[in-house]
């Protein structure tokens, strides 16, 4: 077939799944060198891996296809690549490229009148990225230390809280919170290349990305330090640049007096990207810690954020404050209870407290506020529009807190939630007739009030998402390891997936239904329906699959979707 006349043809059909397998036997063998501390042979094994077609090619749909944030455009304005580009750019992409400087764009913080700088590469800045982090990732995975939890394939948030809990859920503790000021800004151009340590063509490609520079409204400034945020390969940098600092604390407190005979325990450092706790049984372990840490951050350019650094404790006030921290997003604290309801040692001894992970004040406000908005943005929308926009929000919020003690605050959202959509249905109707409303937007099923249109396009609750205790990843386990059955069952039971996606994952034996390979923890997975609803496909479990992001693609321009939207054919027509 011609490819001039059909462009998307020749990408559409590479054998992806063969694409996959080539570079991921790459990789593993990167990261058991690495293992073995034998730098020779990573070295060898990056270099083959980067100039691999296959590697550029998978670079290159990484950027353009999967990324969520594909459609926005650096300097160069392109936002966007057929087919046919993509092919041409997998055999003119060159290592040598000079890199271009980044647009600059601000986005609000989260509860926070600052906004958060990003540096916006060009589309073949953020290719080449791409590819020279699959060669680099697997080398620091094996490297990276076991609590550092951000920005890592295989770990999440909810593995640093689960490690939060594991420390202290036997013994009241001493907490050092932290938080870096402007991490990814201030980072040591200079000491970063250092401590990636890297052959020589690879640190002359970072080191043109650090110091590409920024424009900002045709303004130019240059980068003199840190890695800008938007950047595809700058969390991967972040990471090397913060890696030891676990390290560090352990080598000099494993064994050392700290006064009248005794003995310092076993520091717990758990990091997630720029925000660490240090936790210890002994206060001054803690106060002579952020004073080498400070020493420590100080040689690669950054500071602890004073306002967002505190010593607490877990169960004991301090300074009139409660005890207690919030960190990503929870509130870590115990609570002393009586024996009938208090925690127990490994021998099954009464504490006389029980640890509590639950959301945050600030989690609940924010989430609430943000429900609000999408009723008041909604006020004059159909019912349905309104429930598909809310379901979103309270999915993905409920699945991050699955984990925690979060039944109350789950019952406390549906309540809050009832009485804001009960205000928005009677204003639609001028507050009169209040029965009928009721009746007209919310349906009595098994005993409850549901909010769902007639077509049963139903809200989905918080309180019917299922706490279960998240269990925290082994040691320094990666999925470069190869272990597919040990991230299968992981990405099954603790992926963040809903009830329905993990039932569908289990009965697929954790692989895409479309090209055969294993799920792993660092692809995209979409749902899919084996007839498209488009033609009368059903939304039921027999006609759902799941499949990789760009295998949906691909199965969608062949299963007929394209056709009867061309057509007109509406759902149930056939």
């Known amino acids: ?45 990056q270099k083959l891996l980067i100039k691999s077609r296959y590697a550029k090619l998978l670079a290159i749909r990484k950027v353009t296809q999967d990324n969520h944030g594909a459609k926005t455009a650096g300097v160069d304005g392109v936002k966007y690549l057929t087919g046919k580009q993509r092919m041409r750019l ?4 060159g290592l040598h490229h000079r890199a271009k400087p980044l647009r600059r764009v601000w986005i609000p913080k989260p ?18 990225q791409a590819l020279l982090k699959l060669a680099l990732e697997p080398e620091w995975e094996a490297r990276f230390e076991p609590n550092s939890y951000g920005f890592r394939p295989g770990r999440s948030a909810q593995d640093a809280i689960a490690a939060i809990f594991n420390c202290i859920n036997q013994r009241a503790k001493w907490v050092l919170d932290a938080d870096i000021e402007k991490c990814f800004d201030r980072i040591n151009h200079q000491k970063l290349l250092d401590k990636v340590n890297t052959i020589p063509l690879f640190r002359q490609m970072i080191k043109g990305w650090l110091k590409a520079g920024i424009l900002e409204s045709d303004v130019f400034s240059e980068t003199e330090a840190g890695t800008p945020q938007g950047g595809v390969i700058s969390p991967l940098l972040a990471n090397i640049a913060l890696h030891g600092m676990e390290e560090y604390l352990g080598r000099i407190f494993r064994i050392r007096r700290i006064g009248n005979g ?39 350019g950054l500071a602890m954020k004073p306002s967002k650094t505190r010593l607490v404790h877990t169960l004991h006030p301090i300074d009139d404050s409660k005890p207690g921290f919030d960190f990503l997003g929870v509130t870590v604290r ?26 945050s004040k600030k989690s609940q406000v924010r989430h609430y506020q943000r429900m ?36 109350d ?4 959202m549906d309540f809050l939630l009832f009485k804001s959509l009960y205000r928005w249905a009677t204003r639609r109707h001028g507050g009169k007739h209040k029965k009928r409303i009721v009746r007209k937007y919310w349906r009595l099923e098994k005993g409850r009030w549901r909010f769902e249109t007639r077509k049963e396009v139903k809200l989905q609750y918080h309180s019917s ?25 992981r990405l099954g039971k603790y992926g963040g997936l809903t009830s329905r996606r993990s039932s569908l994952l289990k009965r697929q034996n954790f692989r895409c239904a479309y090209c055969g390979l294993s799920f792993t923890a660092m692809d995209l997975i979409e749902e899919d329906h084996l007839l498209p609803k488009i033609v009368g496909g059903k939304n039921d479990l027999r006609n759902c699959q799941l499949l990789h992001r760009h295998c949906h693609d691909q199965k969608t321009t062949v299963d007929g979707s394209y056709e009867a939207r061309g057509s007109g054919i509406q759902r149930g027509a056939v």
């Open 1 to 45: 077939m011609n490819t001039d006349t059909h462009p998307m043809y020749e990408w559409k059909t590479l054998p992806w799944s063969k694409i996959e397998r080539c570079v991921f036997k790459l990789q593993k063998r990167i990261y058991k060198a690495s293992q073995r501390d034998d730098i020779y042979q990573v070295h060898k094994l």
């Open 409 to 412: 605050v789950y019952s406390r």
């Open 111 to 128: 509860n926070s009148t600052e906004k958060r700088p990003l540096g916006i590469p060009v589309m073949r800045d953020r290719v080449l």
């Open 262 to 300: 005794k003995f310092s325990q076993k520091i717990t450092f758990i990091r997630y990207a720029d925000d660490f706790v240090v936790i210890h049984q002994d206060r001054e372990v803690l106060e002579q810690c952020r004073k080498l840490l400070d020493e420590w951050l100080a040689e690669i």
């Open 465 to 489: 998402t299922p706490v279960v205790r998240h269990v925290k990843v082994k040691g320094n386990r990666s999925p470069f390891d190869g272990d597919w059955i040990y991230w299968g069952k």
């Open 372 to 407: 609000k908005e999408i009723i008041y943005r909604q006020r004059a929308s159909p019912q349905e529009s309104l429930i598909h926009e809310l379901n979103s929000v309270i999915r993905g919020w409920s699945l991050y807190y699955a984990g925690q003690v979060s039944k």
């Open 334 to 359: 115990q609570f002393p209870v009586g024996r009938t309801h208090t925690g127990t040692d490994q021998r099954g001894n009464p504490l006389g407290y029980k640890t509590i992970i639950k959301p």
């Open 90 to 93: 997998s055999e003119e992409l």
